[in-house]
């Protein structure tokens, strides 16, 4: 709690606080529910007549309000401070933190969200908060600094701090700073109830530098355990947080990873602006069944998606006064104008569902938007000098990729290549180790699909049967393609150099 500048305690405030410790050791030790209720009543005796001398000593009066209202024994009951000494009689840390955060994503729209996050960025507390951090990163740095020396911090959280952009510097950041004593990857378990799936670490406030970590995946059950590839801490990456069986998979050919091939994105989002134009307008508002003049561009949300193509598409204003230019997330014209760019949706299910784009289709959070880099040659905006930067654009950033190199790579490839490569039975095996949800595919699962780095030739036959995959989809959306299908799917295992085994996984966990 915030004490009175230069304050130190008088002797009543620290008899009743010893008084306070043994009434609590007492009620711990009391054997009859009378007894215990004896004891409740007067550890709240002690905390009002404690918040009383504390006022007197200069203490906001709210602070001693909230002292005194804090019940240790009503575990459905929270607070809205935290004051270890005060709360746990602990002065010099804990010994073990053990905890299940919220998993609440950056992005979340929820009122809750948008004033916390503001506020934990205002306490200066944390060191590990980078990008769009999710709400369990500061849960994790909090726990570990609760920790006296040689402590052990305990938490299960998402496995998206595996992956994630964000996850990159608390990763470093504890390799550097604490012992990684284990890591549980649990993604392939439905732990809770819900659409997320788990990693489970333990930290130790000590010193790693020579610790190997373990490093456990559990397959199908927990407890069956697999051990993988290890090393002495002050050798090892942020590539330790990744549940993968080896530090890198061997394939046959060069792999080049998605998003060194397309820029990756959400869509825009077309209600009204919260500082331009609050309230003004909704989606509904822009968006039409029909096309007409205000109504001109075709526009999809990703329920609109099917497999390979669209299955219909709406209408959205623009051009107007207010579209897009007033939409709360207007992205840029060059994502929807580009001759062909592939569509996928963000909460598909358990599997997938892509589609093939040369309408210059307009697309919102719901979709995610995979644009050949070379399609936006000389497009300068701050949301792709995000991803990426030409040379001697300003301010330098080396840790980014080079937009001439990534241009000059994506030219390589067939945009329905790529397609048939992100339908294949290998990306759905891919994609179920490396996502984060059950239910959503985000930007960051897509880009470090491997795609096989293969010439115009070799990549000729994918593309004609892509071709027909579209074809047929076009006269009818529910066309049977599943024969074309395994064909595409026959070539990209060869692709990929799998061995007859590897193909069986892959199937059977289709």
Same mark, same amino acid.
């Given at each position: 709690?915030?004490?009175?500048?230069?304050?130190?305690?008088?002797?009543?405030?620290?008899?009743?606080?010893?008084?306070?410790?043994?009434?609590?050791?007492?009620?711990?030790?009391?054997?009859?529910?009378?007894?215990?209720?004896?004891?409740?009543?007067?550890?709240?005796?002690?905390?009002?007549?404690?918040?009383?001398?504390?006022?007197?000593?200069?203490?906001?009066?709210?602070?001693?309000?909230?002292?005194?209202?804090?019940?240790?024994?009503?575990?459905?009951?929270?607070?809205?401070?935290?004051?270890?000494?005060?709360?746990?009689?602990? *002065?010099?840390?804990?010994?073990? !933190?053990? %905890? &299940?955060?919220?998993?609440?994503?950056? $992005? @979340? +729209?929820?009122?809750?969200?948008?004033?916390?996050?503001?506020?934990?960025?205002?306490?200066?507390?944390?060191?590990?908060?980078?990008?769009?951090?999710?709400?369990?990163?500061?849960?994790?740095?909090?726990?570990?600094?609760?920790?006296?020396?040689?402590?052990?911090?305990?938490?299960?959280?998402?496995?998206?701090?595996?992956?994630?952009?964000?996850?990159?510097?608390?990763?470093?950041?504890?390799?550097?700073?604490?012992?990684?004593?284990?890591?549980?990857?649990?993604?392939?378990?439905?732990?809770?109830?819900?659409?997320?799936?788990?990693?489970?670490?333990?930290?130790?406030?000590?010193?790693?530098?020579?610790?190997?970590?373990? *490093?456990?995946?559990?397959?199908? !059950?927990? %407890? &069956?355990?697999?051990?993988?590839?290890? $090393? @002495? +801490?002050?050798?090892?990456?942020?590539?330790?947080?990744?549940?993968?069986?080896?530090?890198?998979?061997?394939?046959?050919?060069?792999?080049?990873?998605?998003?060194?091939?397309?820029?990756?994105?959400?869509?825009?989002?077309?209600?009204?602006?919260?500082?331009?134009?609050?309230?003004?307008?909704?989606?509904?508002?822009?968006?039409?069944?029909?096309?007409?003049?205000?109504?001109?561009?075709?526009?999809?949300?990703?329920?609109?998606?099917?497999?390979?193509?669209?299955?219909?598409?709406?209408?959205?204003?623009?051009?107007?006064?207010?579209?897009?230019?007033?939409?709360?997330?207007?992205?840029?014209?060059?994502?929807?104008?580009?001759?062909?760019?592939?569509?996928?949706?963000?909460?598909?299910?358990?599997?997938?569902?892509?589609?093939?784009?040369?309408?210059?289709?307009?697309?919102?959070?719901?979709?995610?938007?995979?644009?050949?880099?070379?399609?936006?040659?000389?497009?300068?905006?701050?949301?792709?000098?995000?991803?990426?930067?030409?040379?001697?654009?300003?301010?330098?950033?080396?840790?980014?990729?080079?937009?001439?190199?990534?241009?000059?790579?994506?030219?390589?490839?067939?945009?329905?290549?790529?397609?048939?490569?992100?339908?294949?039975?290998?990306?759905?095996?891919?994609?179920?180790?490396?996502?984060?949800?059950?239910?959503?595919?985000?930007?960051?699962?897509?880009?470090?699909?491997?795609?096989?780095?293969?010439?115009?030739?070799?990549?000729?036959?994918?593309?004609?049967?892509?071709?027909?995959?579209?074809?047929?989809?076009?006269?009818?959306?529910?066309?049977?393609?599943?024969?074309?299908?395994?064909?595409?799917?026959?070539?990209?295992?060869?692709?990929?150099?799998?061995?007859?085994?590897?193909?069986?996984?892959?199937?059977?966990?289709?």
């Amino acid at each position: 709690m915030q004490k009175p500048e230069g304050w130190l305690p008088n002797l009543d405030v620290v008899k009743k606080e010893v008084d306070l410790a043994q009434v609590r050791r007492d009620h711990f030790s009391a054997r009859t529910p009378k007894t215990k209720a004896k004891y409740r009543e007067r550890d709240e005796q002690l905390r009002r007549e404690i918040a009383d001398l504390l006022e007197r000593d200069g203490f906001l009066w709210e602070t001693g309000e909230k002292m005194a209202n804090w019940n240790p024994y009503d575990q459905n009951a929270s607070a809205e401070f935290f004051d270890p000494e005060w709360m746990f009689g602990v *002065r010099d840390g804990f010994d073990i !933190t053990i %905890g &299940n955060p919220p998993y609440v994503r950056a $992005d @979340e +729209q929820s009122e809750s969200n948008q004033r916390q996050r503001p506020q934990i960025l205002a306490s200066k507390q944390y060191e590990t908060l980078w990008e769009k951090w999710d709400l369990f990163v500061p849960f994790i740095e909090r726990a570990y600094k609760l920790l006296k020396t040689g402590g052990k911090s305990t938490l299960i959280v998402s496995d998206a701090f595996c992956h994630s952009k964000y996850a990159q510097t608390p990763q470093n950041w504890f390799l550097r700073n604490a012992a990684i004593l284990r890591l549980d990857f649990c993604s392939d378990l439905n732990i809770f109830d819900a659409a997320v799936h788990n990693l489970i670490y333990f930290f130790q406030r000590a010193d790693g530098t020579r610790h190997t970590p373990d *490093r456990r995946v559990h397959r199908k !059950t927990f %407890g &069956n355990v697999v051990a993988l590839p290890s $090393d @002495e +801490q002050a050798k090892l990456t942020y590539r330790a947080f990744f549940p993968e069986d080896a530090v890198k998979q061997s394939f046959v050919r060069k792999i080049v990873t998605l998003d060194g091939i397309c820029y990756i994105s959400y869509g825009l989002r077309p209600n009204s602006d919260e500082n331009e134009a609050k309230g003004e307008f909704t989606t509904a508002d822009v968006v039409s069944e029909t096309r007409d003049r205000v109504h001109c561009r075709p526009y999809v949300e990703g329920k609109h998606l099917g497999p390979w193509l669209p299955m219909t598409n709406l209408w959205i204003e623009w051009g107007t006064a207010r579209a897009p230019s007033k939409f709360c997330r207007p992205t840029f014209p060059e994502l929807y104008t580009v001759p062909e760019k592939i569509l996928a949706q963000r909460s598909p299910g358990p599997d997938p569902v892509i589609s093939f784009d040369d309408q210059h289709l307009v697309f919102t959070p719901a979709s995610v938007g995979f644009v050949p880099w070379h399609a936006l040659q000389g497009v300068r905006n701050n949301s792709l000098k995000k991803a990426a930067r030409y040379r001697g654009e300003r301010p330098p950033r080396p840790d980014l990729p080079k937009r001439e190199e990534l241009e000059a790579t994506s030219r390589q490839f067939s945009t329905k290549f790529l397609l048939a490569a992100m339908n294949s039975s290998v990306a759905r095996d891919f994609l179920r180790s490396h996502r984060r949800s059950n239910i959503h595919l985000y930007p960051d699962d897509w880009k470090k699909l491997p795609i096989p780095d293969v010439d115009a030739a070799t990549q000729a036959p994918i593309v004609a049967l892509v071709d027909k995959i579209l074809a047929a989809k076009q006269r009818d959306s529910r066309a049977d393609t599943s024969e074309m299908e395994q064909e595409i799917d026959r070539y990209v295992y060869a692709l990929y150099g799998l061995t007859p085994e590897e193909i069986k996984i892959v199937e059977e966990s289709a």
